[in-house]
T-cell receptor, first 109, second 116 residues
Framework: SQELEQSPQSLIVQEGKNLTINCTSSKTLYGLYWYKQKYGEGLIFLMMLQKGGEEKSHEKITAKLDEKKQQSSLHITASQPSHAGIYLCGADGNNDMRFGAGTRLTVKP | DTAVSQTPKYLVTQMGNDKSIKCEQNLGHDTMYWYKQDSKKFLKIMFSYNNKELIINETVPNRFSPKSPDKAHLNLHINSLELGDSAVYFC???????????????FGNGTRLTVT
């Protein structure tokens, strides 16, 4: 089954700093999805990457897909307290989506 | 106008009881899912239904039984609840996906189940 490793497991940054979260797959990636989860809420879909080298941005969040390395990175520029939460990467499984264990982001004001 | 809604949000019950969680989506999706998120926040697929047909049933105890009366609803019934069932259960939906699917999942806000 698809295995996704996320790093780091947790991250504490000062407001205004940039940060990167990584997601590495043990299998070929056909589609890679990034989600954000706040406490007590469901997962909010951020963006989907499908092609090698594809890069997408949503406000101050940018995600890239390196198909050859089977990796994706999520980069946040000038972090804000509103960016705090758990970021999860997901990948296509057999008729479902499998997820990494998540990266817990704390942004200190 | 919640896209994927599940009820209840919180469920506290005793061991041995039977409980149900309901899920409805108004996105016109034909595939629905149940995921379990444990205390370490790891999200694991339990079931997947496409057009009311079960297409995924991971290694889940028989005490868990999904029911899909139509493609907009996927309810989860749990018999003889155990302490280890305590978790957050998420419902999700998507357009039909394949192994190279390109349709993101849309999630409900979760049901926090506590078994005492």
């Amino acid at each position: 089954s698809q295995e996704l490793e996320q790093s780091p497991q947790s991250l504490i940054v000062q407001e205004g700093k940039n940060l990167t979260i990584n997601c590495t797959s043990s299998k070929t990636l056909y589609g890679l999805y990034w989600y954000k989860q706040k406490y007590g809420e469901g997962l909010i879909f951020l963006m989907m990457l499908q092609k090698g080298g594809e890069e997408k941005s949503h406000e101050k969040i940018t995600a890239k897909l390196d198909e050859k390395k089977q990796q994706s990175s999520l980069h946040i520029t000038a972090s804000q307290p509103s960016h705090a939460g758990i970021y999860l990467c997901g990948a296509d499984g057999n008729n479902d989506m499998r997820f990494g264990a998540g990266t817990r982001l704390t942004v200190k004001p | 106008d919640t896209a994927v809604s599940q009820t209840p949000k919180y469920l506290v019950t005793q061991m041995g009881n039977d409980k149900s969680i309901k899920c409805e989506q108004n996105l016109g999706h034909d595939t629905m899912y149940w995921y379990k998120q444990d205390s370490k926040k790891f999200l694991k697929i339990m079931f997947s239904y496409n057009n009311k047909e079960l297409i995924i049933n991971e290694t889940v105890p028989n005490r868990f039984s999904p029911k899909s009366p139509d493609k907009a609803h996927l309810n989860l019934h749990i018999n003889s609840l155990e302490l280890g069932d305590s978790a957050v259960y998420f419902c999700a939906s998507s357009h039909h996906r394949t192994p190279r699917g390109n349709s993101p999942l849309h999630f409900g806000n979760g049901t926090r189940l506590t078994v005492t």
